[in-house]
């Protein structure tokens, strides 16, 4: 498949991004070599299990049922009655610059990156917090390209552009788990800024005649279920309540609330 120069330069702007993050890491950080060795070694031999564990629960949630088969019927029916006038509206009008999309198409990519080097700076510097927020980042996103690329492969659907594999969108899946997970462990002054990003992944893929809109509503759904089930493992409760972050409307204190959804 021969890459566009667009895509060409944004994979050189991700590579750089990289590359500079992993080298600053590795600069200012003086660690112990051997527990994160074994540290990593414990957490790829426990994978499968906890993937499959994380599986399991996608599909028996209530929530998630609802979510998938609501977004599977509108996924379907934008299809059949608005993906070509989407396709078509994308085609004549060009909302953002060459600028923009390039950075809102490199926006998964630096996400991956991200949760790499946040993963080995935890056990750098021994933040168990840190280590659990980023070792269910993986965990999700791993699940999320399992499922996304299965599906994928049955669809066998091709893109408006002409290119193979367009339902559900990749990058769209990825940004809104990572979105996910995090508006799950920091609340939504994290999360929401976050989904913002991942809309604005969304709108590129379109606008580059890299997805239909309904590969969109689908690929959302995955990243948002997967997101929330891996991360609900690893979220600290207290009596069966969560503890979540807490932002007071009038005095603007911050604290830890719990809560209980019914």
């Not at 993050?21 to 994160?36: R, S």
């Not at 949630?61 to 989407?86: F, W």
């Not at 950075?103 to 700076?121: F, K, R, W």
Request: glycine share 8%.
């Amino acid at each position: 498949m021969i890459q566009s120069p667009m895509t060409t330069c944004r994979d050189n702007i991700c590579r750089f991004i990289l590359i500079c993050a992993a080298a600053a890491w590795l600069a200012g950080c003086q660690t112990n070599w051997d527990n994160i060795t074994t540290s990593i070694k414990d957490d790829v031999s426990d994978l499968p299990c906890n993937l499959w564990q994380d599986s399991k629960n996608l599909v028996t949630s209530r929530e998630n049922q609802i979510v998938l088969l609501t977004a599977g019927a509108a996924s379907g029916a934008v299809r059949c009655a608005y993906d070509d006038d989407v396709a078509d509206h994308f085609e004549e009008t060009k909302t953002f610059g060459r600028d923009f999309s390039i950075a809102a198409g490199a926006v998964p990519i630096t996400e991956l990156s991200i949760t790499g080097l946040a993963y080995l700076n935890s056990l750098a510097t021994d933040d168990e917090q840190g280590y659990q927020v980023w070792r269910s980042m993986i965990e999700a996103q791993a699940l999320n390209g399992m499922l996304t690329q299965s599906l994928k492969w049955i669809a066998q659907d091709d893109c408006p552009n002409g290119e193979y594999y367009a339902w559900p969108s990749g990058h769209t899946s990825v940004a809104v788990t990572f979105a996910t997970v995090l508006n799950e462990f920091y609340g939504p002054l994290v999360g929401l800024p976050l989904y913002g990003l991942a809309g604005f992944t969304a709108w590129e893929r379109m606008e580059n005649e890299e997805h239909w809109a309904s590969d969109i509503i689908f690929g959302a759904a995955i990243g948002y279920t997967v997101g929330k089930t891996v991360a609900s493992r690893y979220k600290p409760e207290i009596f069966g309540m969560d503890l979540v972050p807490y932002v007071d409307p009038y005095n603007g204190a911050t604290g830890i609330a719990l809560m209980k959804q019914f």
